[in-house]
Protein backbone atom coordinates (compact mmCIF):
# COMPACT_ATOMS: atom_id res chain seq x y z
CA UNK A 1 0.00 0.00 0.00
CA UNK A 2 2.61 2.13 1.00
CA UNK A 3 4.15 2.29 -2.39
CA UNK A 4 1.04 2.60 -4.37
CA UNK A 5 -0.31 5.55 -2.61
CA UNK A 6 1.51 8.12 -3.91
CA UNK A 7 -0.44 6.91 -7.62
CA UNK A 8 -3.41 7.15 -6.24
CA UNK A 9 -2.85 10.58 -4.50
CA UNK A 10 -1.56 12.29 -7.55
CA UNK A 11 -4.61 10.69 -9.64
CA UNK A 12 -7.17 11.98 -7.23
CA UNK A 13 -8.45 8.31 -6.54
CA UNK A 14 -9.76 6.76 -2.94
CA UNK A 15 -7.77 3.80 -1.65
CA UNK A 16 -9.20 2.07 0.97
CA UNK A 17 -6.85 -1.03 2.57
CA UNK A 18 -8.73 -3.38 5.14
CA UNK A 19 -5.49 -5.28 6.19
CA UNK A 20 -2.29 -2.88 6.09
CA UNK A 21 -1.55 -2.19 9.31
CA UNK A 22 2.02 -0.60 9.03
CA UNK A 23 2.69 2.31 10.86
CA UNK A 24 4.40 4.33 8.40
CA UNK A 25 1.16 4.31 6.13
CA UNK A 26 -0.62 7.50 8.52
CA UNK A 27 2.75 8.91 9.31
CA UNK A 28 3.15 9.63 5.72
CA UNK A 29 -0.13 9.91 4.32
CA UNK A 30 -1.98 11.52 7.09
CA UNK A 31 -4.55 14.21 5.86
CA UNK A 32 -4.09 12.94 2.44
CA UNK A 33 -7.85 11.95 2.10
CA UNK A 34 -7.86 9.33 -0.42
CA UNK A 35 -5.60 7.24 1.33
CA UNK A 36 -7.66 5.30 3.81
CA UNK A 37 -7.74 2.10 5.95
CA UNK A 38 -10.48 0.46 8.23
CA UNK A 39 -7.38 -1.73 10.07
CA UNK A 40 -5.79 0.33 13.18
CA UNK A 41 -2.01 -0.05 12.25
CA UNK A 42 0.19 -2.66 14.60
CA UNK A 43 0.98 0.19 16.93
CA UNK A 44 -2.30 -1.15 18.83
CA UNK A 45 -1.26 -4.67 18.36
CA UNK A 46 2.19 -4.07 20.06
CA UNK A 47 0.08 -2.67 23.25
CA UNK A 48 -1.93 -5.00 23.53
CA UNK A 49 0.03 -7.73 23.49
CA UNK A 50 2.24 -5.47 26.43
CA UNK A 51 -1.20 -4.80 27.96
CA UNK A 52 -1.57 -8.73 27.54
CA UNK A 53 1.48 -9.25 29.38
CA UNK A 54 1.47 -7.08 32.00
CA UNK A 55 -1.71 -8.16 33.64
CA UNK A 56 -0.24 -11.25 33.50
CA UNK A 57 1.97 -10.05 35.70
CA UNK A 58 4.90 -10.78 32.94
CA UNK A 59 7.89 -8.30 34.42
CA UNK A 60 10.90 -8.89 31.54
CA UNK A 61 10.11 -9.81 27.92
CA UNK A 62 11.79 -9.89 24.46
CA UNK A 63 10.62 -9.75 20.92
CA UNK A 64 11.85 -10.92 17.68
CA UNK A 65 10.21 -9.78 14.55
CA UNK A 66 10.44 -9.95 10.62
CA UNK A 67 13.11 -7.51 9.31
CA UNK A 68 10.84 -6.16 6.62
CA UNK A 69 7.30 -3.57 6.56
CA UNK A 70 5.48 -6.22 8.42
CA UNK A 71 7.87 -6.54 11.42
CA UNK A 72 8.54 -2.64 11.61
CA UNK A 73 5.94 -1.35 13.40
CA UNK A 74 6.29 -3.80 16.12
CA UNK A 75 10.10 -3.11 16.40
CA UNK A 76 9.42 0.56 16.50
CA UNK A 77 7.44 0.66 19.21
CA UNK A 78 8.13 -2.13 21.73
CA UNK A 79 10.75 -0.27 23.52
CA UNK A 80 8.38 2.55 23.79
CA UNK A 81 5.27 0.72 25.61
CA UNK A 82 7.51 -1.54 27.91
CA UNK A 83 8.34 1.74 29.45
CA UNK A 84 5.32 3.00 29.60
CA UNK A 85 4.53 0.16 31.58
CA UNK A 86 7.18 -0.56 33.02
CA UNK A 87 8.14 -3.98 31.91
CA UNK A 88 12.05 -4.48 31.63
CA UNK A 89 13.50 -5.53 28.03
CA UNK A 90 16.40 -8.39 27.58
CA UNK A 91 16.20 -8.08 24.02
CA UNK A 92 15.16 -6.78 20.56
CA UNK A 93 15.90 -8.96 17.48
CA UNK A 94 15.13 -8.85 13.81
CA UNK A 95 16.08 -11.58 11.86
CA UNK A 96 17.00 -12.49 7.98
CA UNK A 97 14.08 -14.39 6.25
CA UNK A 98 16.42 -15.61 3.79
CA UNK A 99 17.94 -17.90 6.24
CA UNK A 100 16.83 -21.79 6.22
CA UNK A 101 16.81 -21.31 10.34
CA UNK A 102 15.35 -19.17 13.15
CA UNK A 103 17.61 -20.68 15.80
CA UNK A 104 20.18 -18.18 15.88
CA UNK A 105 17.95 -15.44 16.17
CA UNK A 106 16.10 -17.44 18.75
CA UNK A 107 18.79 -17.72 20.72
CA UNK A 108 19.89 -14.17 20.40
CA UNK A 109 16.80 -13.13 21.64
CA UNK A 110 16.45 -15.70 24.30
CA UNK A 111 19.76 -14.88 25.95
CA UNK A 112 18.25 -12.33 28.55
CA UNK A 113 15.90 -15.12 30.07
CA UNK A 114 12.60 -13.04 29.42
CA UNK A 115 9.34 -14.08 30.77
CA UNK A 116 8.01 -13.99 27.81
CA UNK A 117 8.73 -13.72 24.14
CA UNK A 118 6.64 -11.79 21.68
CA UNK A 119 7.13 -13.24 17.92
CA UNK A 120 6.45 -11.70 14.65
CA UNK A 121 6.57 -14.26 12.50
CA UNK A 122 5.58 -13.04 8.56
CA UNK A 123 5.85 -16.09 6.94
CA UNK A 124 5.05 -19.88 7.52
CA UNK A 125 8.34 -21.64 7.73
CA UNK A 126 9.40 -18.86 10.42
CA UNK A 127 6.31 -19.49 12.74
CA UNK A 128 6.74 -23.42 12.09
CA UNK A 129 10.69 -22.85 13.21
CA UNK A 130 10.08 -20.67 16.37
CA UNK A 131 7.32 -23.13 17.86
CA UNK A 132 9.69 -25.92 17.29
CA UNK A 133 12.95 -24.10 18.56
CA UNK A 134 10.69 -23.42 21.90
CA UNK A 135 9.25 -26.97 21.84
CA UNK A 136 12.78 -28.26 22.08
CA UNK A 137 13.99 -25.82 24.32
CA UNK A 138 11.52 -26.81 27.21
CA UNK A 139 12.44 -23.26 28.70
CA UNK A 140 10.34 -20.94 31.10
CA UNK A 141 9.66 -18.10 28.53
CA UNK A 142 6.08 -17.93 27.34
CA UNK A 143 6.20 -17.07 23.42
CA UNK A 144 3.03 -15.22 22.76
CA UNK A 145 2.74 -14.46 18.90
CA UNK A 146 1.51 -11.85 16.85
CA UNK A 147 -0.96 -12.24 14.47
CA UNK A 148 1.62 -13.05 12.47
CA UNK A 149 1.21 -16.56 13.94
CA UNK A 150 -2.68 -16.72 12.81
CA UNK A 151 -1.55 -19.62 9.81
CA UNK A 152 -4.69 -22.22 9.63
CA UNK A 153 -1.67 -24.96 8.10
CA UNK A 154 0.19 -24.26 11.45
CA UNK A 155 -2.02 -26.89 13.46
CA UNK A 156 -2.57 -29.29 10.88
CA UNK A 157 1.28 -29.66 9.73
CA UNK A 158 2.63 -29.28 13.92
CA UNK A 159 -0.41 -31.40 15.36
CA UNK A 160 0.43 -31.79 18.58
CA UNK A 161 2.97 -29.70 19.15
CA UNK A 162 0.57 -26.75 17.97
CA UNK A 163 -1.17 -27.27 20.66
CA UNK A 164 -1.46 -24.71 23.69
CA UNK A 165 0.62 -22.31 21.50
CA UNK A 166 -1.10 -18.32 22.17
CA UNK A 167 -0.62 -14.63 20.35
CA UNK A 168 -3.15 -11.86 19.07
CA UNK A 169 -4.78 -11.35 16.20
CA UNK A 170 -7.35 -9.11 14.74
CA UNK A 171 -10.78 -9.97 14.72
CA UNK A 172 -14.66 -8.89 14.97
CA UNK A 173 -16.44 -6.83 17.43
CA UNK A 174 -18.15 -9.54 19.31
CA UNK A 175 -20.96 -7.52 20.37
CA UNK A 176 -21.86 -6.07 16.56
CA UNK A 177 -23.16 -9.87 15.64
CA UNK A 178 -20.86 -9.98 12.81
CA UNK A 179 -19.07 -13.10 13.48
CA UNK A 180 -23.02 -15.03 14.26
CA UNK A 181 -24.12 -13.69 10.73
CA UNK A 182 -20.91 -14.81 9.37
CA UNK A 183 -21.06 -18.61 10.80
CA UNK A 184 -24.70 -18.60 9.56
CA UNK A 185 -23.37 -17.58 5.99
CA UNK A 186 -20.10 -19.58 5.93
CA UNK A 187 -20.45 -22.28 8.17
CA UNK A 188 -17.33 -20.82 10.07
CA UNK A 189 -15.66 -18.63 12.29
CA UNK A 190 -14.60 -15.40 10.33
CA UNK A 191 -11.53 -15.30 12.88
CA UNK A 192 -10.41 -18.57 11.62
CA UNK A 193 -11.39 -18.41 8.23
CA UNK A 194 -9.96 -14.46 7.15
CA UNK A 195 -9.13 -12.15 10.42
CA UNK A 196 -9.65 -9.20 8.03
CA UNK A 197 -12.98 -9.99 7.05
CA UNK A 198 -14.53 -7.69 9.36
CA UNK A 199 -12.54 -4.84 7.96
CA UNK A 200 -13.23 -6.05 4.44
CA UNK A 201 -16.91 -5.47 5.10
CA UNK A 202 -16.15 -2.33 6.59
CA UNK A 203 -14.33 -1.11 3.58
CA UNK A 204 -16.94 -1.81 0.93
CA UNK A 205 -19.48 -0.47 3.65
CA UNK A 206 -17.06 2.70 3.56
CA UNK A 207 -17.14 3.47 -0.06
CA UNK A 208 -21.11 2.68 -0.32
CA UNK A 209 -21.55 5.46 1.86
CA UNK A 210 -19.47 7.46 0.50
CA UNK A 211 -20.65 6.80 -3.04
CA UNK A 212 -24.34 7.62 -1.57
CA UNK A 213 -22.84 10.74 -0.15
CA UNK A 214 -21.38 12.04 -3.46
CA UNK A 215 -24.28 11.13 -5.33
CA UNK A 216 -22.53 8.61 -7.11
CA UNK A 217 -19.04 10.55 -8.00
CA UNK A 218 -15.56 9.78 -7.31
CA UNK A 219 -12.52 10.99 -7.01
CA UNK A 220 -12.13 14.13 -4.78
CA UNK A 221 -15.84 14.33 -4.33
CA UNK A 222 -15.64 10.54 -2.90
CA UNK A 223 -12.92 11.59 -0.52
CA UNK A 224 -14.82 14.49 0.69
CA UNK A 225 -17.93 12.54 0.85
CA UNK A 226 -16.33 9.98 2.91
CA UNK A 227 -14.68 12.89 5.31
CA UNK A 228 -18.39 14.23 6.10
CA UNK A 229 -19.52 10.25 6.35
CA UNK A 230 -17.36 9.56 9.06
CA UNK A 231 -17.71 13.14 11.34
CA UNK A 232 -21.53 11.95 11.17
CA UNK A 233 -22.75 11.86 14.67
CA UNK A 234 -26.19 11.64 14.19
CA UNK A 235 -28.82 8.58 14.30
CA UNK A 236 -26.96 5.86 15.11
CA UNK A 237 -26.68 3.11 12.50
CA UNK A 238 -25.40 -0.75 12.45
CA UNK A 239 -24.21 -2.65 10.19
CA UNK A 240 -26.27 -5.11 8.84
CA UNK A 241 -28.89 -5.19 5.92
CA UNK A 242 -31.63 -3.27 7.57
CA UNK A 243 -29.19 -0.91 9.00
CA UNK A 244 -26.98 -0.67 5.67
CA UNK A 245 -30.64 0.26 4.04
CA UNK A 246 -31.38 2.65 7.01
CA UNK A 247 -27.82 4.54 6.20
CA UNK A 248 -28.17 5.00 2.84
CA UNK A 249 -31.83 6.61 3.41
CA UNK A 250 -30.78 9.33 5.76
CA UNK A 251 -27.59 9.91 3.50
CA UNK A 252 -29.66 10.36 0.53
CA UNK A 253 -31.95 13.22 2.95
CA UNK A 254 -28.57 14.98 3.64
CA UNK A 255 -28.44 13.78 7.68
CA UNK A 256 -25.15 12.88 8.74
CA UNK A 257 -25.78 9.46 10.90
CA UNK A 258 -23.44 7.58 12.84
CA UNK A 259 -22.48 4.96 11.66
CA UNK A 260 -21.55 1.40 12.91
CA UNK A 261 -19.22 -1.36 11.60
CA UNK A 262 -18.97 -4.76 12.11
CA UNK A 263 -15.46 -3.56 13.11
CA UNK A 264 -17.80 -1.88 15.69
CA UNK A 265 -17.95 1.66 15.53
CA UNK A 266 -16.27 3.45 12.64
CA UNK A 267 -14.56 6.54 14.45
CA UNK A 268 -11.67 7.51 12.62
CA UNK A 269 -8.93 10.26 13.52
CA UNK A 270 -10.74 13.50 14.19
CA UNK A 271 -8.30 15.59 12.54
CA UNK A 272 -6.92 13.64 9.40
CA UNK A 273 -9.42 11.27 9.36
CA UNK A 274 -8.55 7.98 6.85
CA UNK A 275 -7.40 6.06 10.14
CA UNK A 276 -9.43 4.66 12.68
CA UNK A 277 -8.86 4.60 15.93
CA UNK A 278 -10.12 1.27 17.76
CA UNK A 279 -9.66 -2.31 16.92
CA UNK A 280 -10.81 -5.40 18.41
CA UNK A 281 -8.34 -8.43 18.98
CA UNK A 282 -8.66 -11.93 19.78
CA UNK A 283 -6.23 -13.54 22.51
CA UNK A 284 -6.10 -16.88 21.13
CA UNK A 285 -4.72 -20.33 22.03
CA UNK A 286 -4.42 -23.67 19.40
CA UNK A 287 -6.88 -26.23 21.01
CA UNK A 288 -7.88 -29.02 18.92
CA UNK A 289 -5.93 -28.16 15.98
CA UNK A 290 -8.24 -24.98 16.07
CA UNK A 291 -7.56 -21.35 16.91
CA UNK A 292 -10.31 -20.31 19.64
CA UNK A 293 -10.39 -16.99 21.12
CA UNK A 294 -10.36 -16.96 24.77
CA UNK A 295 -10.29 -13.67 25.16
CA UNK A 296 -11.60 -9.78 23.37
CA UNK A 297 -9.15 -7.23 23.62
CA UNK A 298 -10.43 -3.84 23.02
CA UNK A 299 -7.61 -1.40 21.70
CA UNK A 300 -10.35 1.49 21.90
CA UNK A 301 -9.94 0.95 25.87
CA UNK A 302 -6.76 2.51 28.03
CA UNK A 303 -5.77 4.99 25.59
CA UNK A 304 -3.62 6.60 28.43
CA UNK A 305 -0.54 8.52 26.56
CA UNK A 306 -2.67 9.50 23.36
CA UNK A 307 -2.90 13.27 22.68
CA UNK A 308 -6.78 12.39 22.64
CA UNK A 309 -8.78 9.22 22.22
CA UNK A 310 -10.29 10.41 18.89
CA UNK A 311 -6.42 10.36 17.78
CA UNK A 312 -4.92 7.51 16.09
CA UNK A 313 -2.53 5.90 17.95
CA UNK A 314 0.24 6.92 16.32
CA UNK A 315 -0.20 9.99 18.40
CA UNK A 316 0.77 8.54 21.43
CA UNK A 317 3.02 10.08 23.46
CA UNK A 318 5.16 9.52 26.53
CA UNK A 319 3.13 9.61 29.91
CA UNK A 320 3.93 12.25 32.45
CA UNK A 321 4.44 9.59 34.83
CA UNK A 322 7.93 8.65 33.50
CA UNK A 323 9.43 11.63 33.04
CA UNK A 324 11.84 13.18 34.33
CA UNK A 325 12.14 15.11 37.56
CA UNK A 326 15.67 17.18 36.39
CA UNK A 327 14.79 19.44 39.36
CA UNK A 328 17.85 18.66 41.54
CA UNK A 329 20.75 20.30 40.52
CA UNK A 330 23.69 17.90 42.01
CA UNK A 331 27.40 18.48 41.93
CA UNK A 332 27.79 22.41 41.92
CA UNK A 333 29.68 23.02 38.79
CA UNK A 334 30.58 26.93 38.01
CA UNK A 335 32.37 27.42 34.72
CA UNK A 336 34.19 30.75 33.84
CA UNK A 337 31.93 33.11 31.47
CA UNK A 338 31.38 32.13 28.09
CA UNK A 339 33.73 33.68 25.39
CA UNK A 340 32.67 31.44 22.57
CA UNK A 341 31.03 28.57 20.73
CA UNK A 342 32.01 25.64 19.02
CA UNK A 343 29.62 22.94 17.10
CA UNK A 344 30.58 19.20 16.19
CA UNK A 345 27.77 18.05 13.48
CA UNK A 346 27.96 14.26 12.61
CA UNK A 347 25.73 12.29 10.55
CA UNK A 348 26.77 8.80 10.23
CA UNK A 349 24.84 7.46 7.15
CA UNK A 350 24.85 7.47 3.58
CA UNK A 351 22.67 6.66 0.93
CA UNK A 352 19.13 8.31 -0.55
CA UNK A 353 17.15 6.12 2.11
CA UNK A 354 18.73 7.92 4.79
CA UNK A 355 17.64 11.57 3.56
CA UNK A 356 16.42 13.01 7.01
CA UNK A 357 20.06 12.00 9.12
CA UNK A 358 21.64 14.50 6.67
CA UNK A 359 18.96 16.93 6.40
CA UNK A 360 18.85 16.89 9.81
CA UNK A 361 22.57 17.73 10.10
CA UNK A 362 22.20 20.16 8.05
CA UNK A 363 19.28 21.79 9.30
CA UNK A 364 21.37 22.37 12.24
CA UNK A 365 24.36 23.51 10.44
CA UNK A 366 22.13 26.20 8.79
CA UNK A 367 20.40 27.34 12.09
CA UNK A 368 23.95 28.36 13.54
CA UNK A 369 25.22 29.59 10.48
CA UNK A 370 22.18 32.07 10.55
CA UNK A 371 23.07 32.97 14.09
CA UNK A 372 26.12 34.07 13.13
CA UNK A 373 28.77 31.01 14.22
CA UNK A 374 30.92 30.88 11.06
CA UNK A 375 32.52 27.77 9.51
CA UNK A 376 36.10 27.69 11.19
CA UNK A 377 34.34 27.43 14.63
CA UNK A 378 31.72 24.14 13.11
CA UNK A 379 33.14 20.83 11.97
CA UNK A 380 30.22 19.20 9.35
CA UNK A 381 30.54 15.60 9.08
CA UNK A 382 28.34 14.36 6.51
CA UNK A 383 28.66 11.62 3.37
CA UNK A 384 27.43 14.60 1.39
CA UNK A 385 25.68 12.05 -1.27
CA UNK A 386 21.95 13.70 -1.64
CA UNK A 387 22.23 17.10 -2.92
CA UNK A 388 24.00 15.49 -6.17
CA UNK A 389 22.10 11.89 -6.29
CA UNK A 390 20.54 10.66 -9.18
CA UNK A 391 17.47 10.12 -6.89
CA UNK A 392 16.97 13.49 -6.25
CA UNK A 393 14.30 15.36 -8.67
CA UNK A 394 16.14 18.62 -7.05
CA UNK A 395 19.71 18.54 -7.88
CA UNK A 396 21.52 20.94 -5.20
CA UNK A 397 19.07 21.11 -2.57
CA UNK A 398 18.02 19.50 0.60
CA UNK A 399 14.81 20.02 2.64
CA UNK A 400 14.23 18.49 6.05
CA UNK A 401 10.08 19.90 6.00
CA UNK A 402 7.98 20.11 2.65
CA UNK A 403 7.96 23.58 1.69
CA UNK A 404 10.49 24.91 4.07
CA UNK A 405 14.07 26.35 2.77
CA UNK A 406 17.26 24.49 0.98
CA UNK A 407 18.93 23.70 3.48
CA UNK A 408 22.46 23.18 0.74
CA UNK A 409 23.48 26.85 0.41
CA UNK A 410 27.06 27.78 1.44
CA UNK A 411 27.89 24.04 2.92
CA UNK A 412 31.53 23.73 3.89
CA UNK A 413 31.98 19.77 4.26
CA UNK A 414 34.98 19.62 6.69
CA UNK A 415 34.98 14.98 6.68
CA UNK A 416 33.13 12.60 5.20
CA UNK A 417 32.33 9.60 7.89
CA UNK A 418 32.62 6.87 5.59
CA UNK A 419 36.65 7.76 5.86
CA UNK A 420 36.95 8.12 9.22
CA UNK A 421 37.09 5.34 12.27
CA UNK A 422 35.18 5.60 15.56
CA UNK A 423 38.93 6.88 17.07
CA UNK A 424 39.32 9.85 14.30
CA UNK A 425 36.01 11.30 15.77
CA UNK A 426 37.33 10.62 19.36
CA UNK A 427 40.84 12.78 18.30
CA UNK A 428 38.73 15.21 16.51
CA UNK A 429 37.35 16.13 19.98
CA UNK A 430 40.03 15.70 21.74
CA UNK A 431 42.08 18.60 19.56
CA UNK A 432 43.86 16.04 18.13
CA UNK A 433 45.38 17.34 14.09
CA UNK A 434 47.53 15.10 12.32
CA UNK A 435 47.97 15.29 8.14
CA UNK A 436 44.83 12.95 8.32
CA UNK A 437 42.85 15.45 10.80
CA UNK A 438 43.22 18.43 9.48
CA UNK A 439 40.62 20.33 11.35
CA UNK A 440 40.06 19.50 14.84
CA UNK A 441 38.77 21.29 17.92
CA UNK A 442 40.55 24.51 19.10
CA UNK A 443 38.41 25.00 22.10
CA UNK A 444 39.14 26.34 25.37
CA UNK A 445 37.87 26.25 29.26
CA UNK A 446 35.46 29.15 28.16
CA UNK A 447 34.19 27.62 25.04
CA UNK A 448 30.44 26.30 24.76
CA UNK A 449 30.41 23.08 22.56
CA UNK A 450 27.40 22.18 21.06
CA UNK A 451 27.37 18.27 19.39
CA UNK A 452 24.61 16.99 17.31
CA UNK A 453 25.06 12.93 16.47
CA UNK A 454 22.28 11.72 13.74
CA UNK A 455 22.09 8.59 12.23
CA UNK A 456 20.96 5.00 13.35
CA UNK A 457 21.88 3.28 16.40
CA UNK A 458 21.37 0.12 17.86
CA UNK A 459 21.84 -1.45 21.82
CA UNK A 460 25.61 -1.29 22.00
CA UNK A 461 25.67 2.43 20.48
CA UNK A 462 25.69 4.92 17.67
CA UNK A 463 26.77 3.57 13.85
CA UNK A 464 29.61 4.71 12.31
CA UNK A 465 31.13 3.57 9.33
CA UNK A 466 31.02 -0.47 9.92
CA UNK A 467 31.86 0.37 13.56
CA UNK A 468 30.18 1.91 16.77
CA UNK A 469 30.71 4.55 18.53
CA UNK A 470 31.14 2.90 21.77
CA UNK A 471 29.56 4.45 24.79
CA UNK A 472 32.47 3.86 27.46
CA UNK A 473 35.08 5.36 24.66
CA UNK A 474 33.22 8.18 23.94
CA UNK A 475 32.65 8.71 27.72
CA UNK A 476 36.54 8.23 28.61
CA UNK A 477 36.75 10.54 25.40
CA UNK A 478 34.66 13.38 27.19
CA UNK A 479 36.39 13.00 30.17
CA UNK A 480 39.89 13.48 28.42
CA UNK A 481 38.07 16.69 27.35
CA UNK A 482 37.45 18.43 30.74
CA UNK A 483 40.69 17.02 31.76
CA UNK A 484 42.03 18.82 29.44
CA UNK A 485 40.30 21.71 30.16
CA UNK A 486 38.41 22.09 26.48
CA UNK A 487 34.95 23.12 27.25
CA UNK A 488 33.07 25.08 29.60
CA UNK A 489 29.45 23.37 29.08
CA UNK A 490 28.80 20.72 26.43
CA UNK A 491 25.16 20.21 25.21
CA UNK A 492 25.21 16.75 23.26
CA UNK A 493 21.89 15.71 20.79
CA UNK A 494 21.74 12.22 19.88
CA UNK A 495 18.87 11.47 17.29
CA UNK A 496 19.72 7.68 16.25
CA UNK A 497 17.49 4.87 17.87
CA UNK A 498 18.24 3.27 21.18
CA UNK A 499 20.24 7.07 21.56
CA UNK A 500 19.91 6.94 25.41
CA UNK A 501 22.77 4.32 25.13
CA UNK A 502 25.40 7.08 24.75
CA UNK A 503 24.64 9.08 27.59
CA UNK A 504 23.94 6.14 30.30
CA UNK A 505 27.54 6.06 31.43
CA UNK A 506 28.12 9.86 30.97
CA UNK A 507 30.00 11.61 34.10
CA UNK A 508 31.76 13.95 32.81
CA UNK A 509 31.50 17.83 34.61
CA UNK A 510 29.28 20.41 32.13
CA UNK A 511 28.27 18.01 30.07
CA UNK A 512 24.45 17.21 29.32
CA UNK A 513 22.90 14.96 26.84
CA UNK A 514 19.56 15.19 25.62
CA UNK A 515 18.04 11.43 23.53
CA UNK A 516 15.54 11.46 21.10
CA UNK A 517 14.66 7.99 22.66
CA UNK A 518 16.01 6.05 25.73
CA UNK A 519 18.14 2.83 25.60
CA UNK A 520 15.51 0.35 24.46
CA UNK A 521 13.64 2.65 21.85
CA UNK A 522 13.45 3.58 18.26
CA UNK A 523 13.89 6.99 17.18
CA UNK A 524 10.90 7.88 14.49
CA UNK A 525 11.25 9.56 11.56
CA UNK A 526 8.81 12.30 9.93
CA UNK A 527 7.40 14.84 7.34
CA UNK A 528 7.64 12.47 4.35
CA UNK A 529 7.94 13.86 0.86
CA UNK A 530 6.00 12.00 -2.06
CA UNK A 531 7.93 14.22 -4.38
CA UNK A 532 11.02 13.14 -2.96
CA UNK A 533 10.01 9.51 -2.12
CA UNK A 534 11.74 10.07 1.38
CA UNK A 535 11.69 11.04 4.90
CA UNK A 536 12.98 14.55 5.41
CA UNK A 537 13.52 14.33 8.95
CA UNK A 538 13.34 12.68 12.39
CA UNK A 539 10.79 13.51 14.72
CA UNK A 540 13.37 14.34 17.64
CA UNK A 541 16.01 16.20 15.44
CA UNK A 542 13.29 18.31 13.69
CA UNK A 543 11.30 19.51 16.77
CA UNK A 544 14.45 20.70 18.85
CA UNK A 545 15.28 22.67 15.44
CA UNK A 546 12.02 24.06 15.60
CA UNK A 547 12.93 24.86 19.38
CA UNK A 548 15.87 26.68 18.13
CA UNK A 549 14.29 29.13 16.05
CA UNK A 550 11.47 29.44 17.80
CA UNK A 551 12.09 29.70 21.62
CA UNK A 552 16.28 30.06 21.84
CA UNK A 553 15.81 31.75 25.44
CA UNK A 554 13.91 28.87 27.00
CA UNK A 555 16.20 27.37 29.45
CA UNK A 556 16.80 23.69 29.23
CA UNK A 557 14.56 22.77 31.08
CA UNK A 558 11.84 24.13 29.91
CA UNK A 559 13.19 22.24 26.26
CA UNK A 560 13.26 18.87 27.81
CA UNK A 561 9.16 19.89 28.93
CA UNK A 562 8.29 20.89 25.45
CA UNK A 563 10.25 17.97 23.46
CA UNK A 564 8.96 15.18 26.07
CA UNK A 565 5.42 16.49 24.76
CA UNK A 566 6.21 16.65 21.15
CA UNK A 567 8.10 13.95 20.20
CA UNK A 568 5.52 10.86 19.81
CA UNK A 569 6.85 6.90 19.87
CA UNK A 570 10.00 7.51 22.40
CA UNK A 571 10.95 9.25 25.91
CA UNK A 572 12.68 11.86 25.20
CA UNK A 573 15.62 11.35 27.91
CA UNK A 574 18.51 13.37 29.54
CA UNK A 575 21.59 12.08 30.61
CA UNK A 576 24.18 13.62 33.31
CA UNK A 577 21.70 16.51 35.09
CA UNK A 578 23.11 15.77 37.94
CA UNK A 579 27.00 16.85 36.65
CA UNK A 580 25.77 19.63 34.74
CA UNK A 581 24.21 22.30 36.93
CA UNK A 582 20.61 23.87 37.11
CA UNK A 583 18.58 23.17 34.02
CA UNK A 584 16.17 26.04 34.51
CA UNK A 585 19.49 28.53 34.99
CA UNK A 586 21.27 27.60 31.53
CA UNK A 587 19.50 28.30 28.56
CA UNK A 588 19.39 26.88 25.00
CA UNK A 589 20.73 30.02 23.24
CA UNK A 590 23.99 29.37 25.12
CA UNK A 591 24.34 26.80 22.51
CA UNK A 592 23.37 27.92 19.43
CA UNK A 593 24.78 31.40 19.68
CA UNK A 594 28.07 32.81 19.57
Same mark, same amino acid.
Given at each position: ?16 S ?27 Q #???? !???A?Q ?7 L ?11 F???G????? =? ?10 D? *? /???CE?? #? ?14 ? *? ?6 C #?? &? ?9 K????D ?11 ? %? ?8 G ?5 L *? ?12 D ?6 Y??? =??D ?10 ? *??? /?????L??A????V ?20 ? +?K ?5 I ?7 D??? +? ?10 ? !?? &? ?7 C????Y?G????G????? =?S?F????S ?43 A????? /? ?5 D ?17 ? /? ?18 ? @? ?8 ? @????IL ?16 ? @???L ?8 A ?7 S????? @???E ?9 M???M ?10 ? #??EN ?5 V???A????W??? =? %? ?30 LN?L ?27 ? !?????T?
Amino acid at each position: MFNIAPDFIKKKKVLISPAATSADIFRAFAGKKFIWRTVESDIAQ #MRSL !LLTASQKNFHTAALIVSDDSYGATFFDWFGFFTTE =LSIKPTGIVRYDQ *S /KTSCEDS #MVEALLGNPEVLFAAP *SDFNTAIC #MI &KYMKKLRGNTKLLFTDGGVINSIPATLG %ADAENIEGIGLTFDPL *SGFGYAYIKKFGIDPFSDYAYAAN =LYDAVLLIAYGLQR *SDG /KGGEDLADAMIKVVSGRGEKTIWDADGVRETLTLL +QKGEEPDITGATGPLDFDS +QKQTDVTSSTYC !LW &KIIGHQYICQEFIYSGYNKAGTISSD =LSIFNTIASQGKKQDLSSTGTVFNPPAKTGLWAIILSTSTDWDNYRHQADALAVYSRL /KKNGLTDDKIILMINDDLANNQLNP /KPGEIYNSVGGPNLYQNVEV @DYNPINLAPQ @DLYDILSGKSSDYLSKVLKSKES @DNILFFIVGHGEANGADFNQSILDPQ @DFTETLNTMYDNKMYRRMFIEVETCFGGI #MGENLNAPGVILFAGANPWENS =L %ADNYSHELDAWLTDKFAYSMVTMMESKPDMSLNELYEKLYLQVNGSHVSVFNNQAFGDLKAIN !LREFITP
